[in-house]
């Protein structure tokens, strides 16, 4: 079972008794199904058999959760709805072990797996289609990030001269994930350097992260000799310019789904609806929330990570609930995320299971193309 990791320490604060317990899970149950505040009548139906269990009591318990900020009641003649904290307290103290049914199973390999991902250039494709398959088998937004280039171990570079000065750099990491971009040079160099260029760099810089090796090309370029040797002079141009910008930095973002939020009932305040597609739209944003779930908890990478409601730092994001999981092909290499985001009344446990089977199966796929 993977490990889960809070975010806040506010809800263990907060220790409802065996029939507090009861009545939140009845409540957070109910209303993942209806989605409407839940009523005493309601939990009185469900507790009819159970001794102990009257009217009067029920009511009791609701308002002593309601004073311990676990449920709200959104108006006085109506019953009561999960607050963040109760979801919070729920998912650390009353879920049992997650695990995906054989239908999940199946329908994640169904949909991720297919003959094209057998070739060299379905990493991207299995990215696309694992944030499909969590967006469609969640009903919510499925989220996939590639770990940074610039902080995986390259393991090929190539540059082919391409018109007017410009050159096609294809630089593979070590998981066989392809990165192009073209640069633009002041003075055209030919295939031939190129091609000297790429090898001295393959045998230099082979297993090294790109980070790493824009450091050394800084060093080399402080040392006079460099300006002297014709072939260090081009690569330390030619990596300098293709190392540069965010297009390395950044990792690439798949995302599928967003437009599962607007059959949402939990979203109808377009203001609020408006700002969350800018940060689905926005990829820095929506790398840095993810990456901030992460980073809460870098003792356990295995983790997965878990941020309800007002725990967001983002305030577009303070309706929803975030679900993630890291995944890497090497402990010496950068971590990519997956996730589902939905609204707080989501099915946590069915959602923790499946992103931790999906960061698992791309973590897995990464590692047999790392070993090609």
Same mark, same amino acid.
């Given at each position: 079972?993977?490990?889960?990791?809070?975010?806040?320490?506010?809800?263990?604060?907060?220790?409802?008794?065996?029939?507090?317990?009861?009545?939140? +899970?009845?409540?957070?149950?109910?209303?993942?199904?209806?989605?409407?505040?839940?009523?005493?009548?309601?939990?009185?139906?469900?507790? *009819? /058999?159970?001794?102990?269990? #009257?009217?009067?009591?029920?009511?009791?318990?609701?308002?002593?959760?309601?004073?311990?900020?676990?449920?709200?009641?959104?108006?006085?003649?109506?019953?009561?709805?999960?607050?963040?904290?109760? $979801?919070?307290? $729920?998912?650390?103290?009353?879920?049992?072990?997650?695990?995906? #049914?054989?239908?999940?199973?199946?329908?994640?390999?169904?949909?991720?797996?297919?003959? +094209?991902?057998?070739?060299?250039?379905?990493?991207?494709?299995?990215?696309?289609?694992?944030?499909?398959?969590?967006?469609?088998?969640?009903?919510?937004?499925?989220?996939?990030?590639?770990?940074?280039?610039? *902080?995986?171990?390259?393991? /090929?570079?190539?540059?082919?001269?391409?018109?007017?000065?410009?050159?096609?750099?294809?630089?593979?990491?070590? +998981?066989?994930?392809? /990165?192009?971009?073209?640069?633009?040079?002041?003075?055209?160099?030919?295939?031939?350097?190129?091609?000297?260029?790429?090898?001295?760099?393959?045998?230099?810089?082979?297993?090294?992260?790109?980070?790493?090796?824009? +450091?050394?090309?800084?060093?080399?370029?402080?040392?006079?000799?460099?300006?002297?040797?014709?072939?260090?002079?081009?690569?330390?141009?030619? =990596?300098?310019?293709?190392?540069?910008?965010?297009?390395?930095?950044?990792?690439?973002?798949?995302?599928?789904?967003?437009?599962?939020?607007?059959?949402?009932?939990?979203?109808?305040?377009?203001?609020?609806?408006?700002?969350?597609?800018?940060?689905?739209?926005?990829? #820095?944003?929506?790398?840095?929330?993810?990456?901030? =779930?992460?980073?809460?908890?870098?003792?356990?990478?295995?983790?997965? /990570?878990?941020?309800?409601?007002?725990?967001?730092?983002?305030?577009?994001?303070?309706? =929803?609930?975030?679900?993630?999981?890291?995944?890497?092909?090497?402990?010496?290499?950068?971590?990519?995320?997956?996730?589902?985001?939905?609204?707080?009344?989501?099915? $946590? #446990?069915?959602?923790?299971?499946?992103?931790?089977?999906?960061?698992?199966?791309? *973590?897995?796929?990464?590692?047999?193309?790392?070993?090609?």
């Amino acid at each position: 079972m993977p490990r889960r990791s809070s975010t806040s320490s506010s809800a263990d604060k907060i220790v409802p008794d065996a029939r507090g317990q009861a009545i939140l +899970a009845a409540i957070i149950k109910e209303h993942l199904v209806t989605g409407e505040a839940v009523g005493s009548r309601v939990l009185s139906d469900r507790f *009819e /058999h159970a001794a102990g269990w #009257s009217s009067a009591t029920i009511r009791n318990v609701m308002s002593a959760l309601e004073e311990s900020g676990l449920v709200d009641q959104p108006h006085t003649s109506a019953g009561r709805v999960p607050t963040d904290k109760g $979801y919070r307290y $729920y998912v650390d103290h009353m879920l049992g072990e997650a695990r995906l #049914s054989q239908s999940d199973l199946k329908a994640i390999n169904d949909l991720v797996y297919d003959d +094209a991902l057998d070739s060299g250039a379905g990493l991207d494709r299995l990215m696309e289609r694992a944030s499909h398959a969590l967006s469609s088998l969640s009903e919510n937004v499925g989220i996939v990030i590639s770990p940074s280039l610039a *902080e995986n171990k390259l393991k /090929h570079i190539e540059f082919m001269q391409l018109a007017d000065k410009r050159i096609l750099v294809v630089m593979v990491s070590s +998981a066989n994930i392809i /990165h192009n971009k073209i640069i633009r040079l002041d003075d055209a160099l030919t295939q031939d350097e190129l091609d000297r260029t790429a090898r001295y760099l393959n045998a230099e810089f082979s297993g090294k992260s790109l980070m790493t090796i824009r +450091a050394k090309i800084l060093e080399l370029m402080r040392e006079e000799k460099a300006l002297y040797d014709r072939l260090l002079r081009n690569a330390i141009l030619l =990596c300098d310019m293709s190392l540069e910008g965010d297009a390395v930095e950044s990792p690439n973002v798949y995302i599928d789904g967003a437009s599962n939020i607007l059959a949402k009932p939990d979203f109808v305040d377009v203001d609020r609806m408006r700002e969350l597609f800018r940060t689905f739209e926005e990829k #820095s944003r929506l790398i840095k929330i993810l990456d901030e =779930c992460i980073s809460r908890d870098p003792a356990a990478p295995g983790n997965v /990570h878990i941020v309800i409601g007002r725990e967001h730092l983002a305030p577009s994001m303070q309706n =929803c609930a975030l679900i993630t999981a890291p995944y890497r092909v090497r402990d010496d290499e950068g971590i990519g995320t997956i996730g589902v985001v939905g609204p707080m009344r989501i099915e $946590y #446990s069915r959602m923790m299971a499946m992103v931790n089977y999906m960061a698992r199966l791309i *973590e897995r796929r990464l590692t047999e193309e790392a070993a090609l």
